[in-house]
């Protein structure tokens, strides 16, 4: 059945699920393996500034190469975000990180001015640091489902108060792709258009990105309004490509300040978003998700920094999702129904 599937693909369908797109050139997402980072700067002054438009905060970071040397440079470090930004919710907010290209010209760093560091949220607090490999894992299982998608790269990260020196904490956390990169590698260029209906993306990578924040249990996503989600445009020729991010919020990860989200989420009420009119679409899509299962599944297996609690847990979710994928019965019944109009 899956065979026939993959059969009824357009032509072109490999350039529409991103085989062919560029590969990128950018070393810092040439590989998988965890790096070791060292920060050091204020942590007072950067952990206290929580303003919108906060402050930019002097810093160097600091790694092993993989000759086993070090590498260091100034960098300067803002808080961002919405939500995990607000001290009530997080001690630990995310982080941009900026450097000058010409500083970081030769290190794993080349070609990197600015890039989002997503963080522990609450220190000293074993929970949030299983969340953020989980995180990790749902960027990874999108990038083996499709390149048009965010590339990420875990780390191990030690904060020292460059005031007095000390080691303040160590933490999981993972370095984002900058959105330039993902769209230049994809052929294109991310564009800003809010209020655009899904009909006039591509619906193939729409139905793509419906499927894929429906295995993870997320609603909280939206393409009208540009909500956890960046479209890139590869010229007119072209629709264009949805691509998503931010998924903390997910019911996969079920972080515990999800309880303050909408009562929708709260209710533990899952919807497909997806197109009712594009129901071939949706097969192709299925096909194509069923041909990459074994990949997501041994993502999770060969992840050496998931618990196994957090790995029966995202296995079991994976059971689920393609058990219902593999039913044409129930995916009439639970995604076709519940499709936008």
């Not at 803002?78 to 009530?88: L, Q």
């Not at 900026?98 to 989002?116: H, I, N, P, S, Y």
């Not at 522990?120 to 999108?142: A, D, G, M, N, P």
Request: hydrophobic residues 35%; charged residues 30%.
């Amino acid at each position: 059945m899956v065979l026939l599937f993959i059969l009824v693909f357009p032509v072109g369908s490999q350039e529409i699920f991103g085989e062919r797109f560029h590969p990128g050139n950018r070393p810092l997402f040439a590989s998988d393996d965890m790096i070791e980072l060292d920060i050091r700067c204020d942590l007072h002054e950067l952990l206290n500034d929580r303003e919108e438009e906060g402050g930019r905060h002097p810093g160097m970071l600091r790694y092993n190469t993989s000759s086993g040397d070090c590498d260091s440079f100034p960098v300067v470090l803002e808080t961002r975000g919405h939500f995990r930004r607000k001290p009530e919710n997080c001690d630990f907010p995310p982080l941009m990180i900026r450097m000058e290209k010409e500083e970081v010209a030769g290190t794993l760093f080349t070609g990197q001015d600015r890039l989002k560091l997503v963080t522990h949220c609450r220190t000293h607090q074993e929970l949030f640091e299983s969340l953020v490999i989980k995180e990790y894992l749902i960027y990874r299982w999108y990038n083996a489902l499709t390149p048009c998608s965010y590339r990420v790269r875990l780390a191990r990260i030690r904060y020292f108060d460059r005031q007095g020196g000390e080691l303040y904490t160590e933490n999981n956390g993972f370095i984002l792709e900058r959105t330039r990169d993902m769209a230049a590698r994809l052929g294109g260029e991310p564009v800003d258009f809010a209020g655009i209906h899904p009909l006039r993306l591509s619906h193939q990578h729409y139905t793509l990105l419906a499927l894929f924040e429906y295995l993870i249990v997320n609603n909280d996503w939206a393409v009208e309004v540009l909500h956890n989600v960046k479209l890139v445009s590869r010229g007119a020729d072209y629709p264009l490509i949805p691509v998503g991010y931010d998924f903390d919020w997910s019911g996969l990860i079920d972080a515990p300040y999800r309880e303050n989200s909408s009562q929708e989420m709260e209710a533990g009420e899952l919807m497909y978003k997806g197109l009712c009119g594009e129901k071939d679409v949706l097969w192709q899509v299925i096909g194509h998700c069923l041909d990459r299962k074994e990949e997501l599944y041994r993502l999770v297996e060969q992840c050496g920094h998931i618990s196994p609690e957090d790995a029966v847990q995202m296995t079991e979710r994976l059971d689920e999702f393609f058990t219902l994928l593999s039913s044409r019965r129930q995916v009439r019944r639970i995604l076709i129904r519940s499709c936008l109009e």
